[in-house]
């Protein structure tokens, strides 16, 4: 039998099992924080507004995904860290409202709101959790703040110098990766895997209100009616491609992976990864905004680009965290990625109405093929073990 590796004593206690309410509360803000990304494509739908938005939702991912682990591995169950959360979750309210701006003018306060953020995560990671990973946020939690530094910055500065102090955190983002995945840290399997599919929930819900308000803006028509119906349905079909099992099957993945590895592991499948799939719906929101406008008419090709390529850039990032975690078969939703981006030329060529018949149908089509496959898998094996049965 495997001998397991045994968790230290002052962690035994600490590790999350289940994301608290108090986590529910403090990701509310995040709805608030895609949809302030989202603005910066509605209102930029170029490839400026696009690398902006990716910049930005990347920074602020990091310190979301910083305070999903921080509660992994110590459970919020007192009033000072709570009281803390409370004091992180109006930074990151703060850090939001200067999202659309983060660039230009509210640049200082973007970064002043990370600094308070990063150094409240920082407090709190070394005061609770636990001796390993302490030691390592004596490094990340400097790093964090640091970054902060940059970004404030950048509200001094325009053109390529901004840009360039924007990207300069990622060479600390990746320091801090590369130092955390050697070890200190044990991610607690079941809420780490839970916490991000609720953020995942968050996501697909704000491409749910972009519909809404979307369509609050005109008027209630049978065109505008359709295309609202055939919208939810993408997102749905989408959602059905992350929480079809594949939730059920991370956590056993992940339980299953080497201690190690596991760091490592979660860092590529659970920042990375659900980072570009976040990214994708982010794209899909924005590209919503315009082609629900005239849902019968030709959408403008920047709108129906952000519409095919929101929805392939998260079913690409979807097969790639299929393939992290061994979950099952990735090949289909690569293809399927592909297949939604190129559906922007029937929005171009075509209409609005015509490209999201055309996305559901995609989505819903490698859906039914993986299942199709799934299914001759399971019989094949079964036909070989009955096989092997009469053989002995």
């Keep these: ?66 305070y999903a682990w921080l509660t992994n591995q110590t459970a919020p169950d007192t009033t000072f860290v709570r009281l803390a959360l409370i004091a992180a979750m109006a930074g990151f309210l703060v850090l939001a409202l200067a999202v659309p701006e983060a660039f230009g003018a509210t640049g200082v306060l973007f970064g002043a709101a990370w600094i308070a953020v990063a150094v409240i995560h920082a407090a709190l990671f070394i005061q609770r959790g636990g001796r390993g990973a302490a030691g390592r946020m004596l490094v990340v939690g400097p790093a964090n703040v640091l970054v902060g530094v940059l970004l404030i910055c950048s509200g001094f500065v325009e053109g390529p110098i901004d840009w360039v102090l924007f990207t300069l955190p990622f060479v600390a983002f990746l320091g801090s990766a590369l130092l955390s995945a050697r070890g200190g840290f044990d991610p607690g399997v079941s809420h780490m895997v839970e916490r991000h599919g609720l953020l995942m929930i968050i996501a697909f819900g704000e491409s749910i209100i972009s519909i809404g308000v979307t369509a609050s803006a005109h008027e209630l028509d049978a065109a505008l009616l359709a295309g609202i119906v055939l919208a939810v349905g993408v997102v749905a079909a989408l959602w059905w491609c992350y929480f ?117 149908a995609v989505v819903v089509a490698l859906l039914a093929l993986e299942r199709a496959g799934a299914r001759r898998t399971v019989r094949d094996r079964s036909t070989a073990a009955d096989t092997a049965g009469a053989v002995g």
Excluded: C, K, N
């Excluded at 603005?39 to 602020?60: F, N, R, S, Y």
């Excluded at 690409?316 to 939703?333: N, V």
């Design 244 to 360: 079809a099992g594949d939730d059920r099957r991370a956590e056993e993945a992940m339980s299953a992976a080497d201690p190690r590895r596991r760091t490592g592991l979660a860092l590529t499948a659970f920042y990375l990864e659900h980072l570009a799939m976040i990214f994708g719906l982010v794209l899909l929101a924005a590209g919503l905004h315009d082609l629900l406008a005239e849902p019968t008419h030709a959408v403008p090709l920047p709108a129906a680009l952000l519409t095919g390529g929101g929805a392939g850039l998260y079913l690409l990032a979807d097969a790639s965290y299929r393939t992290t975690l061994r979950l099952g078969p990735a090949g289909w939703r690569a293809l399927g990625a592909a297949a939604a981006t190129a559906t922007a030329w029937a929005g171009v060529a075509g209409s609005g109405l015509l490209q999201l018949a055309l996305l559901v």
């Design 1 to 66: 039998m495997p001998t397991v590796p045994a968790v230290p004593g002052d962690r035994i206690s600490r590790i999350a099992t289940r994301v608290s309410t108090i986590e529910l509360l403090f990701d509310l803000v995040f709805v608030f924080t895609i949809s302030r990304v989202a603005e910066i494509v509605v209102h930029h739908p170029d490839w400026t507004g696009v690398g902006q938005a990716a910049v930005v939702l990347a920074l602020v991912w990091w310190m979301v995904d910083a």
